[in-house]
């Protein structure tokens, strides 16, 4: 039996799997997620930031848990429907993210631009969750991910970097600008082999780019007013100084 993708589909004791190198790829970012929301547990930060980040990771392992099993490995014995729990739940995932950066960015944004952004956070779910769910479309839960990756928390993380010089934002930052990877390998179908092929080649940059959002989870502070820089620079030194250096990627990953 063979996807849409083109990977093979192998079997175990008589057990049909289909896509497994991408379920595994799914299943790896399952450990990592599972791994972020231990440590970060067991690191236990106060606040409502680190309570909507661990609950990113718990939900977006749960997402990819069923997005492996019922939406790549066993997709032929349960149909297309059965995308939608992991694809929604995902959703969630995303909107937890938002959350966060919206929480972290609070002193450094007016208050009512704070508020409405956590209405629009509910809005966008709900919109794009019943697109999604209409059209069994999975068009839909890209750009909701774009809009909450690339609207939402990439510019409030570098508004907090270049106001504070916040190193957790630096790097959920730059986390984002990295994770654009993922769409670019699964929207071109660029991939490596039929064994590894442009979902794996996504499913990589994503589980690389979860434990980068752990690492810079770990650095985010409750930010108070001292932190706040009136000169704050320009924004394009800010920009160069988040990037600068032979080292930034070690830097990104801790």
Same mark, same amino acid.
């Given at each position: 039996?063979? +996807? ?53 990771? +718990? ?103 270049? *106001?504070? *010089?916040?190193?957790? +934002? *630096? ?43 752990? *690492? ?39």
């Amino acid at each position: 039996m063979q +996807s849409a993708s083109g990977q093979p589909s192998i079997e175990i004791f008589e057990l049909t799997i289909m896509e497994p190198m991408v379920t595994f790829t799914d299943l790896w970012i399952t450990a990592v997620c599972l791994y972020a929301f231990y440590k970060l547990k067991k690191l236990n930060k106060k606040g409502k930031v680190h309570q909507y980040m661990r609950w990113y990771f +718990s939900i977006m392992a749960v997402a990819t848990f069923l997005g492996g099993v019922l939406g790549h490995a066993f997709q032929y014995a349960v149909g297309l429907e059965w995308k939608l729990p992991g694809w929604l739940i995902s959703m969630l995932a995303v909107m937890a993210v938002e959350r966060a950066s919206i929480m972290h960015a609070q002193p450094v944004i007016n208050d009512k631009f704070g508020k409405f952004l956590e209405v629009a956070n509910v809005v966008e779910l709900l919109t794009f969750a019943v697109i999604t769910f209409t059209t069994l479309n999975f068009f839909f839960i890209q750009v909701h991910s774009a809009y909450g990756l690339g609207l939402i928390v990439l510019p409030l993380h570098f508004l907090v970097y270049w *106001r504070t *010089r916040n190193e957790g +934002s *630096r790097i959920f930052f730059l986390t984002v600008i990295f994770a654009t990877l993922a769409a670019f390998f699964y929207t071109s179908e660029i991939g490596l082999h039929k064994w590894f092929n442009h979902l794996d080649l996504a499913h990589t940059v994503m589980a690389i780019s979860m434990y980068c959002f752990y *690492r810079g989870a770990r650095q985010l502070e409750v930010l108070k007013p001292e932190d706040i820089k009136e000169d704050k620079g320009a924004f394009g030194d800010a920009v160069k100084e988040a990037i600068k250096g032979t080292a930034w990627w070690k830097k990104l990953v801790g």
